[in-house]
């Protein structure tokens, strides 16, 4: 049986934790250009269905693998090796590796979010003019000293963070953290809500045209629900392998799929208004929120105040999924090292992630030149991990979980005699482990391949 190991001090904790790490950059950068990409209506109405009907079933399963095996999931996925004889070794691996890599190009990113908050916090001292030039996106790109410099910044505090292990690190920092993120939010919506642009976006957003989808469509949608989610990382299975006894794993997942959910639809209408009044053009290009709105907001009434509020708002978020890709990583270095202790392996993990995280944040400056379909090198690291290798990786964990617990096992961890409404989702939950999900991942990747020779 698994050695003694850290746990959640409360299930409040836990839920701050799993929410905080799926709702970062994904939810308030990456889904609003996906929705723009994808056509809007119909884009968001596709994932609002994979997330409830997939998301969370593939959810539960990675929580219920960690809480059962009390395991990361490299060890987990050896264990359910062990157990079926086919080798699903590789599964836990790829897993780790793209938690390192996302976390490597998405620090570049955060260190971008962390020098417009820095700026915004000097323009309270200054006058907007002086600022001009130190909020263009294009004069940052060119530095890629610069971008090292802010992503080593990022990567640095997201150590500090995970380095102090489960309920002195990371319960902490999210209990302290979350509850400012959401005021944030609801004043960032209320005041993207008095734009005039707002009632042209919503109808963009929110009025379904399927002639906008394309063949690339579900699995952009599908890649984006395991990114938001955290599944297909490993982060999950850490997660579970945390949580108490008594903890019930289908509740936590659906109330963190929800609350997810929610917040990527929040997301975009925060976002979007402002955008649009700023650009007047859809959010399409993952650069164009840093070009257009740190220039849109110094010039308005206020606009330095909200500017402030927006960046930290998003650099918390920012940081919450950093902290929940790390902890995968050192989580999975400790349990396959049982000698290492977690501050080294945290140390460790965090070098390994600078080193990768060189080439991402030159890719504008020294590599600019390197460019595949018209795309930069983060870009097409973005659609590599996030619409390739994280749905397979999210199909291997699922057919690992499959075969690897039984039925029996399932139904234990699944239904709750206190919880009628555990008996009834039950067999809907089993329907999705079994054909729906795996159907509708491998479905979702033929249609992109498709979508590759079509275009």
């Not at 929800?258 to 208004?273: G, K, N, Q, R």
Request: include cysteine.
């Amino acid at each position: 049986m698994a050695s003694k190991r850290g746990s959640w001090k409360t299930r409040y904790g836990f839920y701050l934790l799993a929410i905080g790490s799926a709702c970062g950059l994904g939810n308030l950068w990456r889904f609003p250009y996906v929705v723009g990409e994808n056509g809007g209506g119909a884009f968001i109405l596709l994932y609002g269905l994979l997330a409830l009907a997939i998301g969370a079933p593939l959810l539960i399963a990675e929580l219920m693998l960690g809480k059962g095996t009390r395991r990361s999931v490299i060890v987990a996925t050896q264990q359910m090796s062990a157990k079926t004889g086919v080798n699903f070794r590789w599964v836990g691996r790829l897993a780790v590796m793209v938690s390192i890599v996302v976390l490597s190009y998405y620090s570049v990113i955060s260190g971008w979010v962390l020098h417009f908050l820095t700026q915004f916090l000097v323009s309270l001292f200054s006058s907007p003019e002086q600022l001009t030039d130190k909020t263009n996106l294009a004069a940052l790109m060119s530095n890629g000293w610069l971008q090292l410099m802010l992503a080593s910044a990022h990567i640095l505090i997201t150590v500090v963070v995970v380095v102090k292990g489960v309920q002195q690190g990371l319960e902490r920092w999210i209990g302290y953290t979350m509850p400012l993120f959401a005021v944030l939010v609801i004043i960032l919506v209320m005041r993207s809500f008095s734009l005039p642009s707002t009632p042209e976006v919503l109808r963009f957003l929110f009025y379904p045209d399927f002639s906008k989808l394309s063949w690339d469509s579900i699995n952009h949608a599908l890649g984006h629900v395991f990114f938001t989610l955290s599944v297909g990382f490993g982060t999950m299975v850490t997660f579970g392998s945390y949580m108490r006894e008594e903890d019930h794993v289908p509740t936590a997942g659906f109330r963190v799929t929800i609350v997810d959910t929610v917040i990527s639809l929040v997301a975009v209408v925060m976002i979007f208004p402002v955008a649009f009044q700023a650009s007047n053009v859809p959010l399409t290009d993952p650069a164009l929120m840093f070009e257009v709105l740190p220039k849109y907001l110094l010039g308005i009434r206020g606009g330095t105040l909200f500017g402030l509020a927006f960046f930290a708002c998003l650099y918390m978020a920012a940081l919450n999924a950093s902290i929940g890709l790390l902890e995968v990583v050192v989580s999975n270095w400790v349990d396959a090292k049982k000698e290492m202790e977690r501050g080294k392996a945290t140390w460790y993990s965090g070098a390994i992630a600078l080193m990768l995280t060189v080439l991402p944040a030159l890719s504008s400056s020294i590599f600019k030149d390197i460019r595949v379909g018209g795309r930069s090198l983060i870009e097409n690291l973005d659609s590599l991990l996030i619409n390739w290798l994280l749905p397979l990786v999210a199909l291997g964990i699922l057919i690992a979980f499959n075969r690897g617990v039984s039925d029996k096992e399932k139904e234990l961890g699944f239904v709750d005699k206190d919880k009628f409404v555990s008996y009834s989702m039950y067999p809907h939950w089993m329907f999705v482990l079994k054909w729906a999900g795996p159907v509708v991942i491998i479905v979702g990747l033929l249609l992109q391949v498709i979508g590759v020779f079509v275009s």
